[in-house]
Nanobody, 120 residues
């Protein structure tokens, strides 16, 4: 069974940090998958936060709103992706979702989401 499982969300004060993890099972990240983090705040559309092409070194994307504060990475041995979030702001409050897409086949999977709440 293919599964993505996020963890690491929680409540943090503005200026604090969290590290989200996304563990994949039933498939392997380095089989040409791009791993992305999306987030959805109440009443807003889901938006892309960051993405990494696991098979391409340094192939990353960051939304302008998180550049310089968030860092995406992956550990192919652990089949896990991470999102290190620093200098968190109240506007970062959202449910964060992990998403995996195989670049050449279009196969894609979503995690169940993890809540991040940043208090002011």
């Amino acid at each position: 069974e293919v599964q993505l499982m996020e963890s690491g969300g929680g409540l943090v004060q503005a200026g604090g940090s969290l590290r989200l993890s996304c563990v994949g099972s039933g498939f392997t990240f380095d089989d040409d998958y791009a791993i992305a983090w999306f987030r959805q705040a109440p009443g807003k559309e889901r938006e892309a936060v960051s993405c990494i092409a696991v098979s391409e070194i340094d192939a990353t994307y960051y939304a302008d709103s998180v550049k310089g504060r968030f860092t995406i990475s992956s550990d192919n041995v652990k089949n896990t992706a991470y999102l290190q979030m620093n200098s968190l702001r109240p506007e970062d409050t959202a449910v964060y979702y992990c998403y995996a897409s195989q670049i050449w086949s279009g196969k894609n999977y979503w995690g169940q989401g993890t809540q991040v709440t940043v208090s002011s």
